[in-house]
C-alpha cells in the first residue's frame, strides 16, 4: 500500500492522497470497496488509516473530513514533497461511512459521520465542524453530526 505516514494529534496516522491505492483493502477493519473507489479524490474527504483503538493491529480504515475550504490536493502536494501539513491536518475530523436513512422520507443514504467514541473526535472538532443539515430529498432535518451524504439510493423511500 502506498501512503504517507502522517501525525494527528500525537498520534501516527497513514494518509492516503487522492492518487494511493489500497490493495487487498478487505482485510482493514471497517474497509469498503465502493466507499474507497467513490471517495479517494473527494473535494471534503481524504481517506486515513488510524490505530486510535487499542488491540487494533492493522490500521482502522477511515476518513479525514474538512468543512473549512482546505485544498486538499494542495495537501497532497505538500505531504508528497514532504511539506508541513500539521496545522492543515488538525483542522480535520476522523469521520467513517454508515448507511442511515432519513427519518421522514425513508430516503437511504451512505453518510460519513464522527465515531463520537474516538479519541481523535474532540469536542473542539465537532463544534467548529460544519454538518449537512437536511435531507436532499425531502428537505427534513437529519440526525445531528452528517459531515458529508456520499451517495443516495435513488427511489429508496418507503411507500
Ligand atoms: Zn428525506
Sequence with gaps: MT???AILDGREVWYLTSLDRIEGGEDLPQFDRDDDNDLSAHPRMR???LWARSGSA???YSFLHWSDGTDLDGLDNSIRGGGEIGERLGRALVVECRWARCG???LKIRVAVPDTGNPFVTPERLRA???VKSCPACGQALRPYVAEIV???ADSPIP
Excluded: F, I, N, T
Design 104 to 106: 421522514s422520507c425513508g
Design 151 to 153: 451517495r443516495v439510493v
Design 47 to 49: 481517506r486515513a488509516l
Design 129 to 131: 465542524h460544519r454538518w
Design 3 to 5: 501512503g504517507y505516514l
Design 58 to 60: 492493522a490500521g482502522v
